[in-house]
Nanobody, 128 residues
């Protein structure tokens, strides 16, 4: 059974940093699209960033470019989301997701329907 478990959320002041982790169990992801999504109250879930594990290619939402970085530790089967220069509008529940493989994160890395596996989410709150 594939499980994704996120951790690392919390409350920070504007301008602060957090690092989220997503650890997979029950499967390894040698050529999959691994994504981070977020959902604020009353809003739709939106794609933040994705990484294709086969090539290392990354995709970022315009709103987080230059501030967020996705990375992966193959030995730990873990994907990280480093978030710097956080803003109040980054406040949301953050979810890790993985697809079933072979898609190269295409055609739409930020389409929630493209991902088959989801974590339970971790809350990020940024105060001004």
């Amino acid at each position: 059974q594939v499980q994704l478990v996120e951790s690392g959320g919390g409350s920070v002041q504007e301008g602060g940093s957090l690092r989220l982790s997503c650890t997979a169990s029950g499967y390894t992801f040698p050529s999959n699209c691994m994504g981070w999504f977020r959902q604020a109250p009353g809003k739709e879930r939106e794609g933040v960033v994705a990484l294709y594990t086969g090539s290392g290619r990354t995709y970022y939402a315009d709103s987080v470019k230059g501030r967020f970085t996705i990375s992966r530790d193959n030995a730990k089967n873990t994907v990280y989301l480093q978030m710097n220069s956080l803003k109040p509008e980054d406040t949301a529940m953050y979810y890790c997701a993985a697809d079933s493989g072979g898609t190269w994160c295409l055609p739409s890395w930020d389409d929630t329907n493209a991902y088959q596996y989801w974590g339970q989410g971790t809350q990020v709150t940024v105060s001004s």
